[in-house]
């Protein structure tokens, strides 16, 4: 994407305008897309279209976004849409700075993200040694072990959302804000689903490494079991809605400071079945969940130790003759003040926590360095 620096500024001033104001709105853009869509949202309308946060717990209700105004196109396009239909919020009377306001970061919103950190690695320890217990006992195939991370973002969302779309061209970049409830903002580089017509297309993507500056890899048999058992799930998810399922071999996708292992996977649906509950049997994955599914949806529920929220749900927008969404990884919650950030990986009964610690802390990356 090549824009102007004043358009770019204008771009930030005017969603960090919209952050401060009353509206709502969404802002996305897809995998290897130039172009961007910006949503104005309503959470009751009559909308055919919406943009849904679903969470991780499926049993919890999702947020539906109603969407009356929906543009697709470049910055400038977006620029010139807002500023007609935003009018009353005075935007160039303001310039907005790329750096957060001073009052974020005092020492004590410091301290007290400190002593949350401090208690969210005492409470990882605590469930990793529950989870490989149960593991190594062999009542579960696998299991996903996430935690969260807080901080004060040192830039602006609006800002850290355009570095993120121009860091991570193979994520869904999306910011939404959703009334009182505050932002949301994230780059998955996995998509739960897409229906178009009777064709549904969705990935395996498991297994986590570091970026190699030579781009050779060596998974290990861990990373390839691990993706190799949310692959047979995904089809076995799906052979009840299709009338034929196909999936490609393993790939290495890149997805910012890391690489996961990517199977691409593809049904033909059949005409009588509903796309947005054929998608929904997919959630939650074994990629951030676990197998056997249900029985380690509910121990994660009891013993992860916190509650995600919408990290590892799905999001994405709704249509009426299609759907695209995404799981909401490599994601941030901001309510003002303090950002939490959200991060995890799939245990085996080998795994070993310093390890699995460390790959949490390199997919955290993908917002920490950028917010």
């Known amino acids: 994407m090549f824009f102007s620096l004043k358009d770019i500024d204008i771009f930030i001033n005017s969603l960090q305008m919209l952050i401060s104001s009353n509206e709502d709105f969404v802002v996305f ?4 897309d130039s172009k961007m869509h910006f949503l104005s949202v309503q959470q009751n309308s009559n909308a055919k279209e919406a943009f849904i946060l679903a969470p991780f717990n499926p049993e919890s209700k999702p947020l539906y976004l109603k969407v009356y105004k929906h543009i697709e196109g470049n910055i400038e396009d977006l620029n010139s849409f807002i500023k007609e239909n935003y009018s009353h ?3 160039a009377k303001t310039i907005i700075s790329q750096s ?7 020492e004590k919103i410091q301290s007290d993200c400190k002593k949350a950190n401090d208690k969210a690695y005492k409470d990882y320890v605590k469930a990793f040694t529950k989870f490989k217990q149960e593991l190594v006992k062999e009542n579960f195939a696998k299991l996903v072990l996430s935690r969260p991370y807080f901080c004060l973002p040192k830039k602006n969302l609006s800002y850290s959302f355009l570095e993120l779309c121009k860091t991570y061209p193979n994520a869904f970049c999306y910011i939404a804000k959703v009334g009182s409830k505050g932002i949301f903002m994230g780059a998955s580089p996995e998509i739960l689903a897409s229906v178009d017509d009777n064709v549904l297309k969705t990935m395996s993507l498991a297994g986590t490494m570091p970026k190699s500056s030579n781009n050779h890899y060596e998974w290990s048999p861990k990373n390839i079991k691990e993706q ?3 692959t ?6 799906l052979r009840p809605y299709a009338t034929s ?4 071999a393993p790939t290495t996708h890149e997805a910012g400071p890391v690489v996961h292992l990517l199977t691409k996977i593809s049904a033909n649906i059949n005409n009588d079945t509903d796309r947005l509950s054929a998608v929904s049997s997919l959630h939650p994955t074994p990629a951030v969940c676990g197998l056997p599914k249900e029985k380690a949806l509910k121990f994660i529920l009891e013993n992860e130790g916190y509650k995600r929220e919408y990290y590892a749900g799905y999001i994405g927008l709704i249509s009426p003759n299609n759907l695209k969404l995404f799981v909401n990884l490599r994601c941030l919650f901001f309510n003002g003040k303090t950002a939490v ?6 245990l085996l009964k080998d795994s070993i926590l310093e390890e699995e610690w460390q790959e949490t802390e390199n997919k955290l990356k993908t917002l920490r360095d950028l917010i």
């Open 341 to 346: 950030l959200y991060a995890g990986g799939g």
């Open 100 to 106: 957060c306001t001073d009052d974020l970061g005092n």
């Open 245 to 248: 399922v196909t999936a490609t």
């Open 89 to 91: 919020l005075n935007f």
């Open 29 to 32: 853009r897809h995998m290897q």
């Open 228 to 230: 190799q058992l949310v």
């Open 232 to 237: 047979d799930y995904i089809i076995s998810k």
